[in-house]
């Protein structure tokens, strides 16, 4: 009766301990994806007035400056779901990865203080938005592995905790850089 007794407290307390752990490390993952938010929203904020810069001297690139206008009021509605946020990223900056590269075309607004000050600034937030990744994908992988893992796997399925993928890098941004494409342009 005592070892009864004994083995479902222990049984008891493992869960408890199981749900409090699972319970933290989501949080975590959710405060990663919450870091990500605000950089992406900081990034997003520098769009008009990169787009505003550049207007000034192109003539050409008009089809790009629209779609890029176009994705960054997609990744402001309200209601798009994490997933989303990561797509729209994922073509936000493939854009303005090509604007940057046409943007050797044009001697003057390359030497514009506005301009450089624009583009330093997207590098910095670049920076950030990887780095905040890379700590969004530890979080998620120690989530996971908690949840895949004994004794949290026992706990995690009646608990109804469910695996989170990570983000991951585009194909397209996988590829290896050109430099002969590059100054072909």
Not at 39 to 44: A, D, I, P, V, Y
Not at 158 to 179: Q, Y
Request: aromatic share 10%; glycine share 4%; proline share 3%.
């Amino acid at each position: 009766m005592i070892i009864a007794l004994v083995i479902i407290g222990f049984i008891f307390l493992t869960g408890i301990f199981s749900y409090n752990s699972l319970i933290g490390k989501k949080n975590q993952v959710t405060n990663a994806f919450s870091a990500i938010d605000v950089m992406l929203k900081k990034r997003f904020d520098l769009i008009p007035n990169l787009v505003e810069v550049v207007k000034q001297y192109t003539t050409y690139e008009q089809g790009t400056l629209t779609k890029i206008v176009e994705l960054r009021a997609k990744a402001g509605a309200a209601n798009i779901s994490n997933a989303e946020k990561a797509d729209l990223d994922a073509q936000l900056s493939s854009n303005v990865r090509g604007l940057m590269v046409n943007v050797e075309n044009y001697p003057d607004l390359k030497a514009n203080t506005n301009f450089i000050n624009l583009q330093t600034t997207w590098t910095e937030s670049e920076e950030q938005i990887a780095a905040a990744r890379r700590t969004y994908n530890a979080s998620v992988t120690d989530y996971n592995n908690s949840i895949m893992m004994f004794p949290g796997n026992l706990f995690a399925g009646m608990l109804n905790f469910h695996p989170i993928p990570v983000l991951e890098t585009a194909a397209e941004e996988r590829k290896n850089i050109s430099a002969k494409e590059l100054f072909n342009h």
